[in-house]
């Protein structure tokens, strides 16, 4: 690996170091001692031991150049209109990393958005990060649009090259491009050869074939500066075994790279520890440099311009920190520290896109979009469907990560842009609340209510304790008058800020045990048909469940078929509505439902399964009970191999006999 003179004198200092303070009697303990205090600011940050200021702390900034075109304007701590580039040199910020796309336009000249990222706009965005102190980290895609995982599409110009061409292709688009941003007088620091390179780039799946054309990257930027480091980004660091197998697999094709370079997303790739040891894993065993290329957190859940944001989403994401400013802080905080814990391999870290504010913050979405579509300055314009049809020409529009920047809806710094350089420091601010989560609170009706008095808190120094609430009386008093239903309880916290009970009132369930919770399950008698022998059980296992952790399984290699029921009595007279879950898989020719039964009448709902935790909830509604009994009950028949659960009844009463009759 190249390493620069910097680094080696780097080095030879620290080493120094040690041989002095073991001449004279002091320890690594001793010199610990001696850290920095934190710094006076508006957020906590702790210090990320092992690190200094050759640590990369640097943002993706790409589609800078379409924002301010849009009229997007930025300011600095002091709300002064302030170029950005200087805003983040002094929030710490020392690498600005700049995405290249070959050509990103139609056939008319129209930009497919994004930034409409071209040489041209690297260019000018490398000038003007070298110019504020700042080196340059260039992020080939070799694509027209963007490239990731799901995406790796040879740009146009490439489509029907053949492959010792399109390696052709790729060396003199890389080597050309560079020199014109060195031409410049650009300081490139780093090349990052391919974007998110997964499976595939430019087109190509064959790791053989992938890895010539990572040759062909890393021997352009070689030929032109052989201090510049090559990279080779990656991600989904979360699957088991993807990093090692990825640079072994580079190893094995012998390809030329300094750099392996990690997107982290904290609510989609997994925890920190194992980041750290994925990456420590290929440093240690292959030699190389690692490094967070790509990362963000959200610090509202606020939509500033109209177009959905990638976080935070209620399902399938993991929001380990507050969704505030200071949350936001403590998540880049830690992915520095994870990749600061590979020791001297780990480089630092990126954040992506910390200026992709809305372009009209007034959220008027029909100003918006012509402003996207002129300037390209939204993740994609409708102009992009040309070459990417499924994916931008369907969802084309705005910026997915506003409420991640860095910077607020209207320009302004957050204070966690901050995190940069208090990363060597550490800081400290007057504890307060930073986050209270809402409430939900089920009960039936007629239950008595009481919302609690104290409700739990996390302090912006990442501690969490109570704090007593004041709720609204009023709501809550109508809320129990008005019976059946959902209701938002509004509740104030001592220091002002301001917490929401959701409260869900549902009516009498009548089913006794409906979920099966209990130990005593005599009320439901289960029936085994056509000669089948026992094939449900109480499953003790909540992931099989609709809610706590029981359900009532079905399984049987030969063939399913059973009911399971209920007998009520002592109902009041009227209309009745009956509902059960049911989730599970590979029932072919199955026939399930549920059903009620009273004196006069049988009433049946047919329902299906379609795959695990994918629950199905069929409903009877106007079961007329009159004699105050009815059997409630499920039945599911398939052929051998059926798999699922039920769980869940309910029975309620939707309406009295004399209320139908008036």
Do not use: C
């Not at 004279?24 to 600011?41: I, Q």
């Amino acid at each position: 690996m190249k390493k620069s003179g910097k680094w080696k004198a780097t080095l030879a200092a620290a080493s120094a170091a040690v041989m002095v303070m073991g001449s004279l009697g002091l320890s690594n303990t001793t010199a610990m001692a001696a850290e920095p205090e934190p710094v006076k600011a508006d957020i906590f940050v702790e210090r990320v031991p092992g690190i200094d200021d050759d640590f990369i702390k640097g943002v993706d900034v790409s589609s800078i150049l379409a924002l301010e075109d849009s009229g997007v304007k930025f300011y600095n701590e002091a709300g002064k209109k302030q170029d950005i580039f200087k805003t983040l040199e002094q929030s710490g910020v020392n690498y600005v990393r700049v995405r290249i796309w070959n050509d990103p336009y139609d056939s008319k000249g129209r930009g497919y958005g994004g930034g409409n990222n071209d040489v041209e706009k690297a260019i000018e965005i490398g000038k003007r990060a070298t110019a504020n102190g700042m080196k340059v980290l260039v992020d080939f895609h070799y694509s027209d649009f963007w490239a990731d995982p799901a995406k790796q599409q040879a740009p146009k110009a490439w489509k029907n090259l053949n492959f010792e061409d399109k390696k052709t292709a790729l060396h003199d688009f890389t080597k050309d491009s560079l020199q014109a941003m060195l031409d410049e007088g650009i300081d490139i620091g780093m090349v990052q050869i391919g974007n998110e390179t997964n499976g595939a780039m430019a087109g190509e799946k064959d790791w053989k074939n992938m890895s010539q054309l990572f040759n062909e990257g890393s021997r352009a930027v070689r030929e032109l500066d052989s201090e510049i480091l090559v990279a080779l980004h990656f991600t989904n660091p979360e699957t088991a075994g993807r990093y090692a197998s990825i640079a072994k697999t580079l190893k094995d094709n012998k390809v030329d790279y300094d750099v392996f370079a990690s997107s982290y997303y904290p609510f989609w790739h997994g925890t920190l520890t194992n980041l750290s040891t994925v990456l420590k894993n290929v440093a240690d065993t292959y030699g190389k440099k690692v490094m967070v290329a790509e990362t963000s957190y959200a610090y509202t859940a606020e939509d500033g311009d109209g177009h959905g944001n990638t976080a935070p989403k209620s399902s399938g994401q993991t929001l380990n920190y507050p969704i505030t400013v200071q949350g936001q802080a403590h998540a880049v905080r830690d992915v520095a520290a994870a990749v600061a814990k590979t020791g001297e391999a780990g480089l630092g870290v990126f954040y992506w896109e910390p200026a992709w504010i809305p372009v009209a913050p007034d959220k008027k979405l029909k100003k918006s979009k012509m402003i996207w579509e002129k300037y390209g300055s939204g993740w994609a314009t409708s102009f992009a469907a040309e070459y990417d049809p499924e994916d931008a020409g369907e969802w084309y529009g705005g910026s997915a990560v506003d409420n991640q920047a860095l910077f607020d809806f209207n320009g302004r710094p957050l204070p966690s842009l901050n995190v940069f350089k208090y990363l060597e420091t550490g800081a400290a601010a007057p504890v307060k609340i930073d986050d209270v989560k809402d409430l939900t609170i089920s009960v039936v009706a007629g239950d008595a209510i009481v919302l609690p008095e104290t409700v739990k808190v996390t302090y912006n120094d990442r501690s969490e304790g109570s704090a007593s609430v004041t709720w609204d009386d009023e709501a809550l008093q109508q809320a129990i008058n008005n019976g059946a239903g959902s209701y938002v309880i509004k509740g104030e916290l001592e220091g002002g800020q301001t917490v929401n009970a959701n409260l869900q009132i549902s009516p009498e369930n009548f089913v006794k045990n409906p979920g099966f919770e209990s130990s005593d399950r005599s009320m439901w008698n289960i029936t085994y048909r056509n000669g089948s022998l026992a094939h449900t059980s109480y499953q003790n296992k909540a992931s099989d469940a609709k809610s706590g952790n029981y359900s009532l399984h079905f399984y049987s290699a030969s063939a399913v078929d059973f009911q399971a029921e209920q007998t009520i009595t002592g109902l009041e007279p009227g209309y009745y509505k009956l509902s059960a879950f049911v989730q599970g898989g590979d029932a072919h020719n199955s026939e399930m439902y549920i059903y009620a039964e009273t004196t006069d009448q049988r009433y049946t709902m047919n329902t299906s399964v379609n795959g695990w935790a994918n629950w199905s909830q069929p409903e009877i509604e106007g079961i007329l009970v009159e004699d105050g009994t009815v059997t409630i009950g499920g039945s599911v028949k398939a052929d051998g191999g059926a798999w699922g659960s039920l769980d869940d009844f309910s029975l309620y009463q939707v309406q009295e006999t004399g209320a139908a009759n008036q």
